[in-house]
């Protein structure tokens, strides 16, 4: 006869068997969990603060050298530069592997310089000037592959970048932000950032100035601030801004300093009270 402790034993070894069977088959049915290489964006999703070097320099040693400066992004410049997306594409392959993702301001939300951007590597695409919702839509349609957006799947650099499944994970590595600089944008600040497939917000603090007329700290500059910041995170976004408001609340995604700034306090820190008396 069989013992009482071998059949509580077989009963123990059935319901291990079964439950571990009914767990793989929920796992089955979950989808998996993304592959993400684009740190920023991973640090972005994880509650943390992130700061980029912005760049407009061409020479590959300077950008270079600020990708491994502690930055967790570089902002690479086109709309205010005479960068080419020859020479961007140049920069992002010299600096491969080093910590910063790579992300480009766009001259516009257009496919062409979208697809340029993405097609040479870009993990995050910045969008000036959006104070339409069309404009948001754009910056989303162009930056994603279908079934998201219309990102055509053509060449480029991006498979030696990120491998051979780049395809199916560009998606969910790739940062669209939107930059609100004009009363316009801030007046459907909530219509913008309700946007599917926006993941910043960027109040941008010199233009605000410049379209509206208000001065920072004036109360009509900061009524803008403050509209940009209650509309983008109620709807769930991530809010940006200059570095140095990195002490106002809500705000989590930051554009530093560029390089003439940082070689000059660098220089100033190296040089110290030598540096003061030169400048005079």
Not at 102 to 109: E, Q, S, T
Not at 114 to 124: E, P, V
Not at 207 to 231: C, H, W
């Amino acid at each position: 006869m069989v013992s009482r402790t071998m059949r509580v034993a077989a009963v123990a070894c059935t319901a291990l068997l079964l439950s571990t069977a009914w767990l793989s088959h929920a796992r089955q049915g979950q989808p998996a969990a993304p592959t993400l290489y684009n740190t920023a964006k991973q640090k972005l999703l994880q509650g943390k603060s992130i700061v980029g070097g912005t760049v407009a320099s061409p020479d590959t040693n300077i950008c270079c050298a600020m990708a491994t400066a502690g930055f967790d992004y570089l902002w690479i410049e086109m709309q205010h530069s005479p960068l080419t997306y020859s020479d961007v594409a140049k920069m992002i392959w010299s600096c491969r592997g080093t910590p910063a993702t790579p992300m480009i301001r766009v001259p516009d939300a257009t496919e062409g310089d979208i697809q340029k951007a993405t097609d040479i590597g870009a993990l995050g695409i910045i969008v000036p000037t959006v104070d339409t919702v069309e404009k948001a839509q754009a910056a989303v349609k162009w930056s994603k592959y279908p079934p998201v957006g219309r990102r055509s799947q053509g060449s480029g650099q991006y498979g030696a970048l990120y491998g051979d499944n780049y395809r199916a994970t560009a998606n969910d590595n790739m940062l669209v932000v939107v930059m609100i600089e004009t009363p316009v944008g801030t007046k459907i600040a909530d219509q913008i950032a309700a946007v599917p497939g926006v993941d910043v917000v960027f109040a941008a603090s010199t233009d605000l100035g410049n379209f509206s007329g208000f001065k920072q700290g004036e109360p009509g500059y900061e009524a803008l601030v403050t509209r940009i910041k209650d509309e983008t995170l109620k709807a769930g976004r991530k809010l940006g801004g200059p570095f140095a408001w990195k002490d106002r609340q809500g705000f989590t995604f930051f554009q530093g300093p560029a390089e003439p700034a940082l070689i000059k306090s660098g220089a100033q820190a190296t040089l110290g009270p030598t540096a003061a008396q030169s400048s005079r």
